[in-house]
C-alpha cells in the first residue's frame, strides 16, 4: 500500500493534500496525560510549509477507532495515526485498521525481522540468552502484526516499526517515537509538496472595531485576491493588547504584500486604532 496522493478520484496527483492527526488513547482523554502531539504535528508539517487540516481524539474503543479510521481510508487525505499499535489487551488500532479496510492481519516479514532482531540486542545487554520460542517473545511477534499489504515505517528509537496504509500513518503514542517517524514520512513520502518559504503571514492589531464590522471587508480582499486567506483573531484578555483583534493575510508572499496594503486601505474609514504589525513564515 504505497502512500500515493493520486489515489483519491477526486484530487489532483499534483494537489497539495490535506493532512490529518487521529489521537488515541484512554489517558489522553481521561486527563492522565497531556496531549503533546497536536502542537508537535503542526510544527512538524509548518517547518515543511504545510499545515494541518484537522485533527481528532479518540479512546481506546474498538467501534469508535475502526469508524474514525475508516472515515480516514475514504478520506484521500494524509492522516497519522498515533497511539494504540502495541500488543497490550488496551491495543486495538492494528486490528481496528484491517476491520476497516476489510484486510487480513498478518505478520510483516520486515517488521518480523526488526522486533527479533531488538529482542535479541535486549538479551545480549541483559546478559541473558535469547529463546526466540519463549511466550513472551512470540507475544512480542504481535507488534508486527498489520493489515495485509501494509508497509513499515522504521522506528529509530527501538526498531519496532509502524506501518502505513495507503495514505494512513500508523505510529506509536510515545513522542520519541512517534515524531522521528512522523518526520521520516514526511520527508519519505511528500517531499515534493513541501512549500518552505512560500507561505507567509501579515497582519495587523487592530484596537476598538467588532469582528462582525470587519467581515465585508475580509470578504472583500479574499474575493478581490486569488489564494489569499484573511483571518481574524479577536483576543479579550491579552498580556499585552487587552481587547483587540489580529486581523491579517496569509499565502504565497507576492501576493501577501498587495492584499496586506488593501486591508490596511480598507480599514481607514472604521476609524480604528492600529497596534503593531506582526510576520510570520
Excluded at 208 to 220: D, I, Q, R, S, V
Excluded at 273 to 278: A, I, K, M, T, Y
Aim: charged share 20%.
Amino acid at each position: 500500500m504505497q502512500a500515493s496522493t493520486s489515489n483519491h478520484p477526486h484530487r489532483s496527483p499534483d494537489a497539495v493534500p490535506h493532512f490529518g492527526l487521529i489521537i488515541i488513547g484512554d489517558e489522553i482523554l481521561s486527563g492522565k496525560r497531556a496531549d503533546r502531539h497536536l502542537p508537535k504535528v503542526i510544527e512538524l508539517l509548518k517547518a515543511r510549509g504545510l499545515s494541518l487540516a484537522y485533527a481528532e481524539y479518540v479512546g481506546d474503543d474498538p467501534e469508535r477507532i475502526t469508524a474514525a479510521l475508516r472515515r480516514a481510508f475514504v478520506s484521500g487525505d494524509v492522516v497519522f495515526s498515533t497511539g494504540g499499535i502495541g500488543a497490550t489487551p488496551d491495543d486495538h488500532t492494528r486490528q481496528c485498521a484491517a476491520r476497516a479496510l476489510g484486510a487480513d492481519l498478518v505478520l510483516h516479514p520486515q517488521a518480523k525481522a526488526l522486533i527479533e532482531q531488538r529482542m535479541q540486542e535486549l538479551a545480549l545487554e541483559q546478559g541473558k540468552t535469547y529463546d526466540p520460542g519463549q511466550a513472551d517473545k512470540l507475544h512480542r511477534l504481535n507488534m508486527g502484526v498489520f493489515p495485509q499489504g501494509a508497509e513499515i515505517i522504521p522506528n529509530s528509537y527501538n526498531k519496532i516499526p509502524g506501518f502505513s496504509c495507503g495514505l494512513v500513518h500508523f505510529v506509536p503514542g510515545f513522542p520519541v517515537m512517534a515524531w522521528p517517524m512522523i518526520e521520516w514520512v514526511l520527508d519519505t513520502h511528500y517531499a515534493s509538496f513541501f512549500t518552505r518559504d512560500l507561505w507567509l503571514e501579515r497582519s495587523v492589531i487592530v484596537f476598538g472595531a467588532m469582528e462582525a464590522t470587519l467581515t465585508p471587508l475580509m470578504e472583500t480582499i479574499e474575493r478581490d485576491f486569488s489564494g489569499i486567506k484573511v483571518f481574524s483573531l479577536p483576543s479579550v484578555d491579552h498580556p499585552e493588547y487587552g481587547r483587540h483583534i489580529e486581523l491579517g493575510v496569509k499565502g504565497a508572499p507576492e501576493a501577501v504584500a498587495a492584499a496586506f496594503a488593501a486591508l490596511r486601505d480598507g480599514l481607514a474609514p472604521f476609524k480604528v486604532r492600529l497596534g503593531p504589525e506582526v510576520v510570520r513564515h
